[in-house]
Structures are given as structure tokens and as C-alpha cells.
């Protein structure tokens, strides 16, 4: 399909940067993508959540950018930023008017080559505060905040680099000091480590003059070490129950599966769409309507470079028993494996697939953000045809064929109310 | 080469930007709306609004318009709820419907070679609803599991007593869309049915939409499938609420927290009124954007929270100023101090240098509100609910670009109000429970996670 293959260049600087030039002059606007080869996978076991805050601290300033500066040139200038950090890559973006790409360019190549020269003890000491009330907000203060911790925890053993959450364990965010973020920055923040997206309105030769002269200058220092992982099965099934500050029970059951991009991901994420994508879903349709077990339930396939698993989640309506959920669940699957899957349920979740490829054109932003994706995972930025095709070619037996990672031990983490504690 | 990083780039002279061309559609039936054609992907965005909400929910039957929009597409036209989403999806298409205190919003999303067959599902939706016993049954239950939870959220326990409190008990336009535990209960599934007869049925309704298909095609396409339904005139509205000149606490103890959620704010003028502008600029210094007073002080400066912004919220005929922050408990009082240092602040000094950081960043940041076709849907969705005129966005930069300082220190002045205050605080009460006396409230009142008064102190 011609709206899905973008037109785009691809180089490399002489100090390894790779640089994707897309340009789309539909409206005034450009946006600068880069992502760092270094997530939470990096960190060190005794100092988990250091690439998420050093993600704060890329936001404090550099030798020429003021603290709270790199905030205000962006916004003065009518544009959006953020920076989010997964376990594999740190992302940090501009979205600005066009005439501002410069803007956008030199403030990330500041901070990308001088930012130790405006590390202090104070800005660090201030978004380890932050960072700390980040944690409280959005994990520990929220009912079933804890859930993906826990998950992660349960599903990787503590050498594997998903063991930890992003975000870190409290006493390690209490515990960074500029030497961990100096070393940080000095092992992963290079050039060869990073690939910069600019998609808009640009003229070509104009933005490649401008990504060498601010990015140009910038050596790549070190080698960065390759990171090995080997997934091991779980040796067996594994329980927990959370008591939380929740009125509802929950039950997350998690299997282990593939990593990103691998060829069963396709089945995998259409099996999900199968199970629970629409009211038609089958476990929506047993669980939620026919047996009115359950609020909701959800099913779907995580994977990154180093893992992935497949989870369905639900939570119980009042008085109602996740062990009966859990066995609903099992025996859907079961029937789905070794019973039909309709023509209907698979076109019907294709052309689902299909028409969101199409709407997730709409925005600049996740476009060039889509190309950074495709090109760190797949090596090959327009891919958006080609992820599509891998959708459209799943058959019935290859959903059927999924069979196998879920005959292996699996994960269940169950949330119950913290006043059920201790009663049988 | 040298490169000088210590002087900031200049920008080069503003791109152009041309605002896409609003039409305005009225049909041979009354029914009228407002269309961008967008041609960038073969896609259609609809928005069919109809002119009621949770505000109309009568008394002892609050959660009904809610339940009403859940329950309108479980089964309609002679398809049941599973063949009807059916459908949807094979069509690649998507539905949302959803309400507020004053609308309800039917919204679809297609590629534009199925709008046609998806706007004929949306027309069986809003005209030949089923409103079948079971599905009642169950969805109801649902909605009361869904109060449950809210109880453990202490942002939603904030939002809602702020929304309740701020409007007051005399107006529902600030009431929880969900409804009262006690009224969900009661709700009957003749309740659902009446109220779709009395306002969506026959209610005003009007549609917004962009997308990749010609104005002609869609006017034909929403008389075929959308216009057979009468054209309401049923415009009962809901009562507007009665400032209260009493500066209030209430706060839910939420023991052991380790933060406070914070609200604080007061109810301001209409999103049509003349000051729309200079409030947007004063709005954008004190805290609408990251490095705003606010958010700059209490994150970047003392390290007490993640976030913390501020902002206008409005309902068709009223509106309010509404601070939200989530601080670490221990630090409670002095966020609270600083809060209400900057309120009072914003009322005095704005400098030269802030206002015009403030006007360009808006300014500057306007095309980037075209992009997407929800974006379009959701700007003309702004000119039809606040019946704002079809020059608003040709002139919103001039008018910004019009606002002096003095403009911004009258917003202020005019719309933070520190007598009709409403503050909410859900935490652990050790935290604050003894130091808020200090900020002079009328009224410190503890209240549970319902929104229901436990005591007067």
C-alpha cells in the first residue's frame, strides 16, 4: 500500500550517528526523534532505575543550555517535547514549528555532547526527589500499581535485564550519585549509540548541513559492550498474591513467548485480538457477558529484545472467584487450539490491524517515531508494509501453532482487597 | 569549524501556515454541521453530537445518561450487541460513544470505502437502540463495580469532589457521570428507555467531521443513513451553579499515603467570554505549560512532586480554573504555601519577557492543532459547543497576539478567586490535618471517599 512505504534517506555521520531524514511538508511543523541504545536493561543490579533518571537528568541542562532551558526554548517556540525510557531504548523528542528545527537540533546535540559540564549534586538531588514522587504516583500510590513490577519480577530471574521495573526500586533511586550518572552518560551517550529521526518540513541538504554541524563534533569515545541475555523457561508455574489497597480482585496470568519482531508475534498478537479485542472476543464474550464474571479482561503479547510474554488479565466483579475465571480462561484457550478458529475471527481482526496502520499515519510524531522503532529493532526504517504483510499472511494453523507456549509453566499474580489478608 | 553552541539559533522567518476551510453543512431536514475535508489518508472522522448529558439525570437518578450512552449500542436496528460490533470491526471501523455533564458524542472512525456502511451502523445506534433487559442488568452491574474501584483512586476521589464541590449541590453540572452508588442501584431499564426518548431521540443534535471524501459526498451519505430522525428542539438546560463566597477545605484521610493529591480552584466565566484570550496567556505563565511558575517551583525547584499544572475547564455556559498536583505528604503544607503564593502572585506581577514567551509559544504552536483528523473534529467540535463563530480560529492569533500585560493581570484578578475557593486534599490527614488553618478557609470539612460530608469543623 503507497501510504504505508515512506520516502526517506538513511546515512551515517563519520562518529557512527545514524541519521533518518522523512520529509512530509503536509503541515509547517518538524519533529526531531532520537533514541539511544541504552534502556533498563543497562542498568546495574544494584542501581536499577539509573537509565530512567538519567532520562530526568538529560532535561537539566548542559554546558550552553541552562537548567530549564532546553523546556523554554522548545515551548517559546510553540513546540511539544518528552522522553520516555523502556527497557531497551531511551527516546527523547521535539516537536516544533519547522522554522525552529535548528532550535531543536542544537539543544539536543548540547546535551548529547556536553552534559556532563552542568552536572551537579543539586540537579541531581532534584529529580531524585522527583523521580522518587514519580514512583509514589504512579506505582506505589495507585491501586494494582504494583502489577508489571511484580510481573517482571516473577517472569525474569534478577540477572535477566527485564528483572527490574524501569522506574527502579525505591532505595536505589534514593542511592544515585554523580558518578553513576557521569558513568552513565560516558558509556551509552555517544553518537554510535543513537539514531536521530527529523521528519517534516525540511529542505534536505539544509538539515544534513545542520545535523553535521551541530552533531559532527561529537566523538564516540568507547566501544559499547554487546549485552547478552539468554531467556531461560520458567522451571515452573509461579503464584503470588498482592494484598492492595483495591476493592476488586485481579488475576494476571502470563506465559512466556518471543522476542520482539519474531515470526509466531504475528499470531500471537492476532490470538489476543481473538481472545478479548472486541466484545466478540471470547473470553470477553464468556467472561464479561454470558457468565457476568468479570469487569473486564484484556489479552496481549509484550516483547522486546530480550523477552516477551503473553498475558490475559481480569478483573472479578464483586463476590465473584478468580479461580473460576482462571479456569474459564484455561479451558478458552484449550478450546481455541484444538478446535476452529473462524474465518470471521481472523479477518476480522486483519482489517482491524489494518485500518490502524493506516490511521497511525496521521501524526508526525509517531511516524518518525515508528521509523526510529523499526530501524533500531529491524535495521530497516520503512518497514511499516512489510509489518503489515507479516499480519496479513497468519493463518489459522499458525495462531493454532501458539499452542506450544502455553502447555509451559506460566506466571499468576492475583490482586485481592488488603482486608481479605490473612482469611481463607 | 567553530561552532558557537553558547548563542542560541535564530529561527528563520514563520513557515506559512493556511488554516484548512471550514464548511458549514445544513440539510434539507434542519439537521446542520460543520465538515474539513482533509485528503493527507483515505480515512473519515465523524462526530454525531447530541445536545444532552449528565447534567439532565433527574434527582435520586444520577448515572442514568451515562448508563443510557453505554447501553445505546448494545444491540440496535435488529442486530444484537455482538452482531452490531461484529460488523464494526469487520469493517476495520471503530465506534466510541461518550458523555459529559451538557453532550453526548457518538464517534466513528473509518477508512473512508467503509464510512458509508459504518455511518448506516451509527444511524440503527442513535435511532433503533434495543434497550434489551439483560443487557441492562449486566451493564449496570458493571457500573457499580466500576464505583467500587473508584473509592481506591485517590486522583479520581479528588476530581470528583472538586467537580461536585466547585458547582455546588444546586447544579448537576458537576456531579460524577457515573451516578451515586444509591441511584445506580435504583435505575431501572424503563429509566434508560424514557430518558432516550425524551433527549436523545428527539434532543438537538448536530455532527462534526473531517476526513478524505468530498462535501457532497458526505451530505448525501448522512441523508441516507442519519437524517431520518426528527430534529429536536427539546433545549432544556441545566442549571447553572451559584458561586458560594465561602472559602472551602474538604479532604478525604486516606491513611499511611505517601502523597497528597491536591485540587484547588474556583468557578470562572464562559469559554465564549471576551477574556478567553488573556486567560489562555495567563493561564500559560502561571501553570498550562512545564516550565510554568508552578510546575517549575514545585518540581524543578523544591522536588516535592512529578508534575503540577493548571488550567480552565468550562461546561457550555460556565466554566473553572482548576489547579491538580500530587505531592509527597510530608511536604503538604509548604506545596500548599507555595500554590497560594503563586495564585496571589499572578495577580501582580507578569513581566514582559514572560507575556510574550507566552503569546509566541501559543501562537507558534497553533498549525500544530490541525494535524490529526481527531484534532479537526475535535477544534470544530469546540466551535459547535461553545457556539463560538466560524472566524474563531482565523482570528485566535491576532487575538492572543493582542493580550497586554495588563489583560493577563486582569484575568487573573477576575478569575482566581481566593473567597469562593475550592480546596481538596486526599491523603493522610496527619500530614496537613493541624497546619491548614493557617490559609484562612471558611470551612474545613473531612469527607469520605464518596463525596459524602463526615464532619464540620
Given at each position: 500500500m503507497k501510504i504505508l512505504s515512506l520516502d526517506y534517506e538513511k546515512y551515517s555521520l563519520q562518529n557512527g550517528l545514524e541519521v533518518i531524514l522523512y520529509q512530509d511538508a503536509s503541515l509547517p511543523i518538524a519533529v526531531v526523534n532520537l533514541w539511544y541504545n541504552?534502556?533498563?536493561?543497562?542498568?546495574p543490579q544494584n542501581k536499577t532505575g539509573l537509565a530512567h533518571l538519567f532520562e530526568h537528568m538529560m532535561?537539566?541542562?548542559s554546558k550552553h543550555v541552562k537548567k530549564g532551558e532546553h523546556f523554554k526554548f522548545v515551548q517559546d517556540s510553540g513546540g511539544t517535547l518528552n522522553a520516555s525510557t523502556s527497557f531497551d531504548v531511551t527516546n527523547y523528542f521535539e516537536k516544533i514549528p519547522s522554522d525552529y528545527l535548528e532550535t531543536a537540533l542544537w539543544l539536543e546535540s548540547d546535551r548529547m555532547g556536553f552534559f556532563l559540564e552542568a552536572l551537579t549534586d543539586e540537579t541531581l538531588a532534584n529529580q531524585i526527589e522527583v523521580v522518587k514522587n514519580e514512583r509514589l504516583e504512579r506505582y506505589d500510590n495507585q491501586p494494582y500499581g504494583l502489577t508489571w513490577e511484580k510481573i517482571f519480577g516473577l517472569l525474569y530471574d534478577e540477572k535477566h535485564p527485564y528483572h527490574a521495573p524501569t522506574i527502579g526500586y525505591m532505595n536505589h533511586i534514593l542511592s544515585y550519585n554523580q558518578k553513576d550518572v557521569g558513568e552513565f552518560f560516558n558509556t551509552y551517550y555517544q553518537p554510535r549509540n543513537t539514531s536521530i529521526v527529523v521528519a517534516g518540513d525540511f529542505e534536505a541538504e539544509e538539515a544534513k548541513d545542520l545535523i553535521e554541524k551541530y552533531f559532527g563534533e561529537i566523538n564516540s569515545t568507547k566501544e559499547v559492550s554487546q549485552l547478552f541475555s539468554q531467556d531461560k523457561e520458567l522451571s515452573e508455574s509461579k503464584n503470588e498474591i498482592v494484598y492492595d489497597a483495591v476493592s476488586l480482585e485481579k488475576i494476571l496470568l502470563v506465559w512466556k513467548t518471543e522476542k520482539i519482531f519474531h515470526e509466531n508475534n504475528f499470531a500471537l498478537d492476532i490470538l489476543s485480538d481473538i481472545l478479548t479485542?472486541?466484545?466478540?472476543g471470547r473470553l470477553h464474550n464468556i467472561l464479561v457477558l454470558r457468565r457476568e464474571l468479570a469487569l473486564q479482561v484484556s489479552a496481549f503479547q509484550f516483547s522486546g529484545k530480550y523477552g516477551g510474554f503473553f498475558c490475559v488479565t481480569a478483573t472479578a466483579k464483586p463476590g465473584k472467584s478468580l479461580d473460576e475465571i482462571k479456569k474459564i480462561i484455561l479451558t478458552e484457550l484449550d478450546n481455541l487450539f484444538k478446535h476452529d478458529i473462524t474465518t470471521e475471527e481472523l479477518t476480522r481482526s486483519k482489517n482491524g490491524i489494518k485500518a490502524n496502520f493506516i490511521y497511525g499515519m496521521q501524526s508526525l510524531d509517531s511516524v518518525a517515531n515508528q521509523l526510529n522503532h523499526y530501524n533500531f529493532y529491524l535495521g530497516e526504517p520503512n518497514s511499516f508494509s512489510n509489518e503489515l504483510s507479516l499480519y496479513e499472511k497468519v493463518e489459522k494453523e499458525s495462531v493454532k501453532k501458539c499452542e506450544a507456549y502455553f502447555d509451559k509453566p506460566h506466571v499468576d499474580l492475583r490482586f485481592v482487597p488488603k482486608d481479605q489478608e490473612g482469611k481463607l | 569549524m567553530i561552532i558557537d553552541r553558547a548563542t542560541p539559533p535564530q529561527s528563520k522567518e514563520q513557515a506559512v501556515f493556511h488554516l484548512p476551510q471550514i464548511q458549514q453543512i445544513t440539510l434539507p431536514s434542519g439537521l446542520s454541521g460543520l465538515f474539513i475535508e482533509k485528503a493527507k489518508l483515505p480515512m473519515v472522522q465523524f462526530m454525531f453530537v447530541v445536545s444532552?448529558?449528565?447534567?439532565?439525570?433527574a434527582v435520586g437518578k444520577s448515572g442514568l445518561a451515562n448508563l443510557t450512552a453505554i447501553l445505546i449500542d448494545e444491540g440496535a436496528g435488529g442486530l444484537s450487541a455482538l452482531e452490531l460490533n461484529n460488523q464494526f470491526e469487520m469493517l476495520g471501523s471503530s465506534i466510541q460513544i461518550s458523555i459529559n455533564h451538557e453532550f453526548m458524542y457518538f464517534t466513528i472512525l473509518s477508512l473512508e470505502e467503509k464510512f458509508s456502511e459504518t455511518l448506516s451502523l451509527l444511524g440503527k445506534i442513535i435511532s433503533q437502540p434495543h434497550f434489551e433487559q439483560n443487557e441492562f442488568l449486566r451493564e449496570k452491574s458493571k457500573v457499580q463495580a466500576q464505583l467500587l474501584n473508584l473509592k481506591n483512586e485517590p486522583d479520581s476521589i479528588a476530581d470528583r469532589i472538586f467537580e461536585e464541590e466547585v458547582f455546588g449541590a444546586s447544579s448537576k453540572l458537576g456531579h460524577l457521570n457515573l451516578g451515586k452508588e444509591k441511584d445506580v442501584e435504583s435505575l431501572s431499564n424503563d429509566d434508560v428507555k424514557n430518558f432516550y426518548h425524551s433527549f436523545i431521540e428527539t434532543g438537538m443534535a448536530g455532527f462534526v467531521c473531517a476526513g478524505s471524501l468530498k462535501v457532497d459526498e458526505l451530505k448525501n451519505l448522512i441523508q441516507k443513513h442519519l437524517d431520518n430522525r426528527q430534529v429536536g428542539n427539546n433545549s432544556d438546560s441545566p442549571k447553572l451553579p451559584i458561586p458560594e463566597k465561602k472559602r472551602r477545605l474538604y479532604f478525604v484521610h486516606k491513611n499511611n499515603a505517601q502523597q497528597t493529591e491536591i485540587r484547588i480552584g474556583n468557578l470562572s466565566g464562559r469559554r465564549?467570554?471576551?477574556d478567553f484570550y488573556a486567560k489562555t496567556v495567563m493561564n500559560t505563565i502561571l501553570g498550562g505549560q512545564f516550565n510554568s511558575r508552578i510546575n517549575f517551583k514545585l518540581r524543578e525547584k523544591k522536588g516535592f512532586t512529578y508534575g503540577a499544572t493548571s488550567y480552565f475547564a468550562f461546561r457550555k455556559e460556565c466554566g473553572y480554573f482548576l489547579l491538580t498536583t500530587s505531592v509527597q505528604s510530608e511536604h503538604t503544607f509548604e506545596a500548599l504555601k507555595d500554590i497560594f503564593y503563586e495564585l496571589k502572585q499572578i495577580k501582580n506581577v507578569i513581566s514582559t519577557e514572560e507575556l510574550e514567551a507566552a503569546k509566541l509559544s501559543i501562537i507558534r504552536k497553533?498549525?500544530?492543532?490541525?494535524?490529526?483528523y481527531y484534532q479537526l473534529v475535535s477544534g470544530l467540535n469546540t466551535l459547535y459547543t461553545y457556539d463560538l463563530p466560524a472566524s474563531y480560529f482565523n482570528d485566535y492569533p491576532s487575538n492572543i497576539k493582542a493580550i497586554t500585560i495588563e489583560d493577563a493581570l486582569t484575568a487573573a484578578g477576575d478569575n482566581i478567586n481566593e473567597e469562593e475557593m475550592v480546596a481538596v486534599l486526599v491523603g493522610d490527614k496527619t500530614a496537613f490535618r493541624d497546619l491548614v488553618g493557617e490559609f484562612g478557609f471558611d470551612e474545613i470539612i473531612e469527607m469520605n471517599e464518596e463525596g459524602e460530608r463526615l464532619i464540620s469543623l
Open positions: 541504552v534502556g533498563s536493561s543497562r542498568d532535561f537539566q541542562g479485542g472486541s466484545k466478540n | 444532552t448529558g449528565s447534567a439532565m439525570d465564549r467570554d471576551t497553533f498549525p500544530s492543532n490541525f494535524e490529526t
